[in-house]
């Protein structure tokens, strides 16, 4: 079965801090891999799409990393905001073309970030 | 841009009673679909279409019916709200089934079955 895990599952750091979220997954075939981020009552928005070629993909202050040997990917947020207050989603994507059930969503991480 | 917009956003029924969320999409999407996001769980897929008329089950389908009879709306049906029912839906569109096209999520709506 397909699965998606996310570690660790809730983290509090200090404006101005760094900090990695982690995504281990078993996914077959893998395709693609995400990261989204869902602010508290709204829907998840993407950060990054990443291929299997790809191992880095920056988008402003956040960086995806992809290592699809261990199958692993983080999250690295720098200088964190207050705005990044939120919970960051992990999906992988499996196959070519969505049938429907071919992503695979983590649990989340919530990040909480304090003045 | 309005994108994915969902109806209601907060709703309570009593058990056994049936009601309908709306998903509405303004992009010409072709591809839509229903979650639901239960607490420390990923999202789960309950039904998607790949195009107006074309519906199909996902992960979770059982209480949930769809129909899509236009490009841009996907309403999902409840028949009989169950308390397990309660949970926070989530309705997303893209513009193909690739797995490489972008998925747009709409605010969610919380439903709360008593």
């Known amino acids: 079965k397909n699965q998606v895990e996310q570690s660790p599952q809730s983290l509090i750091i200090l404006e101005g801090k760094n900090c990695t979220l982690q995504?281990?997954?078993?996914?077959?075939?893998?395709?693609?891999l995400r990261w989204y981020k869902q602010d508290t009552g709204r829907g998840p928005v993407s950060l990054t799409i990443?291929?299997?070629?790809?191992n880095t993909k920056s988008n402003g202050r956040y960086t995806a990393t992809l290592d699809a040997d261990t199958k692993q990917s983080s999250l690295h947020i720098t200088a964190s905001q207050l705005s990044d207050s939120a919970s960051y989603i992990c999906?992988?994507?499996?196959?070519?073309?969505?049938?429907?059930?071919?992503?695979?969503f983590g649990g989340g991480t919530r990040l909480m970030v304090k003045p | 841009n309005a994108g994915v917009t969902q109806t209601p956003k907060f709703q309570v029924l009593k058990t056994g009673q049936s009601m309908t969320l709306q998903c509405a999409q303004d992009m010409n999407h072709e591809y839509m679909s229903w979650y639901r996001q239960d607490p420390g769980m990923g999202l789960r897929l309950i039904h998607y279409?790949?195009?107006?008329?074309?519906?199909d089950q996902g992960e979770v389908p059982n209480g949930y019916n769809v129909s899509r009879s236009t490009t841009e709306d996907f309403p999902l049906r409840l028949l009989s709200a169950a308390p397990s029912q309660t949970s926070v839906y989530f309705c997303?569109?893209?513009?193909?089934?690739?797995?490489?096209?972008?998925?747009?999520f709409g605010q969610g709506t919380r439903l709360t079955v008593v």
């Open positions: 990443m291929t299997f070629s790809e």
């Open positions: 995504c281990n997954y078993t996914v077959s075939p893998f395709s693609n």
């Open positions: 999906v992988v994507s499996a196959g070519s073309y969505n049938a429907g059930n071919m992503l695979t």
């Open positions: 997303a569109s893209s513009y193909s089934g690739r797995i490489s096209a972008e998925a747009f």
């Open positions: 279409s790949v195009g107006a008329g074309i519906t």
